[in-house]
């Protein structure tokens, strides 16, 4: 298999035995434009979905406007116009760079599930929808969120190392997070061991086109696994950055020192199988 960590990288880290973490400061599509066909071995990502949240009404609840139409153009979601059209480019590209046999995770809330989840099915085998229960209610209007979700999915047969994990995984949001939409990192580890687990090595590559926080790429490391992620802002990748020379050095995380799991809630299912630093 070609190797998508032979590229440029805007920083790359290496561990004495093999990990590595290459992040680069580019979009989503540039990202995986860069990595040659079935390079990857996982996705798992949270994209910044900027329709839903420029396209409701909140006093509402009802989804308002053009699809198309751009809204106010906020710094924040320069990266990623989540048009149908371009949402159905970026799953291409993720089906191309991971081949057969293969999976991935897309994160969502309730909004962007109504529109983009279905545009899966066009490049995936959806296998099942988990929820990603916060344990704590956070704000909204018509019922309080309290929840939001990853769609499992596959290039082919890509069967789960885990047979004992349920659908809803207890995990404490990250609260007054110094970094915007920042998840737990243990999110991700549910992900990875479940369709990794042990089988793991330096030479299994995660991708997080979404890099933001950066969580994603502690979660690989983590795990065992090598990791490539890119996101176009440069305070993600200071974050991430940060994150991943911590992790590397067996430091305290400095974005989530502790963690987001209660044992009495949530089974951490994904520790059996987490390396040592």
């Keep these: 298999m070609p190797s998508a960590l032979q590229q440029p990288a805007d920083h790359q880290l290496v561990h004495s035995d093999g990990r590595t973490a290459r992040l680069v400061r580019l979009d989503a599509l540039a990202l995986l434009g860069s990595l040659p066909d079935a390079s990857v071995d996982l996705v798992v990502t949270d994209p910044a979905y900027n329709g839903m949240n420029q396209h409701l009404s909140f006093g509402t609840g009802r989804i308002v406007g053009s699809y198309a139409e751009r809204g106010d153009g906020e710094a924040w979601f320069d990266e990623f116009d989540d048009s149908p059209e371009n949402y159905g480019a970026f799953l291409a590209e ?160 400095p974005l989530q020192p502790k963690s987001l799991v209660d044992p009495l809630l949530q089974k951490a299912f994904w520790e059996t199988s987490r390396v040592a630093f």
Aim: charged content about 20%; hydrophobic content about 45%; some cysteine.
């Design 94 to 253: 993720v089906a191309r760079v991971l081949g057969p046999d293969k999976s991935a995770y897309f994160m969502f809330d309730s909004f962007s599930m109504l529109t983009l989840a279905p545009l899966l099915r066009e490049h995936f085998s959806v296998k099942n929808v988990l929820t990603w229960d916060k344990v704590a209610i956070g704000m909204g209007h018509h019922f309080r969120r309290r929840s939001e979700f990853v769609l499992y999915c596959t290039t082919g047969r890509a069967p789960l190392v885990r047979r004992d994990v349920a659908d809803v995984w207890r995990i404490r949001r990250v609260h007054r997070s110094t970094y915007p939409t920042q998840k737990p990192t243990e999110l991700f580890e549910a992900m990875v061991a479940a369709s990794l687990g042990g089988n793991a090595t330096a030479d299994t590559v995660v991708c997080d086109p979404f890099l933001g926080s950066g969580s994603s790429a502690v979660a690989a490391l983590r795990q065992g696994c090598s990791f490539i992620g890119g996101d176009i802002a440069e305070a993600s990748l200071e974050a991430a950055t940060a994150r991943v020379t911590a992790t590397l050095a067996g430091d305290v995380d």
